[in-house]
């Protein structure tokens, strides 16, 4: 059975910074990566990196967000600095096996809130 557990969410000051982890279990991804839903917006891509270390950023976080992942756990990281409120969204891990079947799973999200 496959299970993401995600950690690290919390309440920051606009320009601190946050560290999220999540542990996956029960398979081998290849693609590993954070997304998340602000109230009243469709959920968006934050950050993905694969198992041979591609990484892709949205626009709105690169140079702020950095992902890393530890391939002998199985978990992957997100290190939000100069965090600003806009960046306040419940965010989600996703992890995808890749070929040959591509099978998706979400995490259950935890609460980043960025006060100004």
């Known amino acids: 059975q496959v299970q993401l557990v995600e950690s690290g969410g919390g309440l920051v000051q606009a320009g601190g910074s946050l560290r999220l982890s999540c542990a996956a279990s029960?398979?081998?991804?290849?693609?590993m990566g954070w997304y998340r839903q602000a109230p009243g917006k469709q959920r968006e891509l934050v950050a993905t990196?694969?198992?041979?270390?591609?990484?892709n950023y949205a626009h709105s976080v690169k140079g702020r967000f950095t992902i890393s992942r530890d391939n002998a756990k199985n978990t992957v990281y997100l290190q939000m600095n100069s965090l600003k409120p806009e960046d306040t969204a419940v965010y989600y891990c996703?992890?995808?096996?890749?070929?040959?079947?591509?099978?998706?799973?979400w995490g259950q999200g935890t609460q980043v809130t960025v006060s100004s």
């Open positions: 990196l694969t198992s041979g270390g591609t990484t």
């Open positions: 996703n992890a995808n096996t890749g070929h040959p079947y591509y099978l998706n799973y």
């Open positions: 029960g398979s081998i991804f290849n693609v």
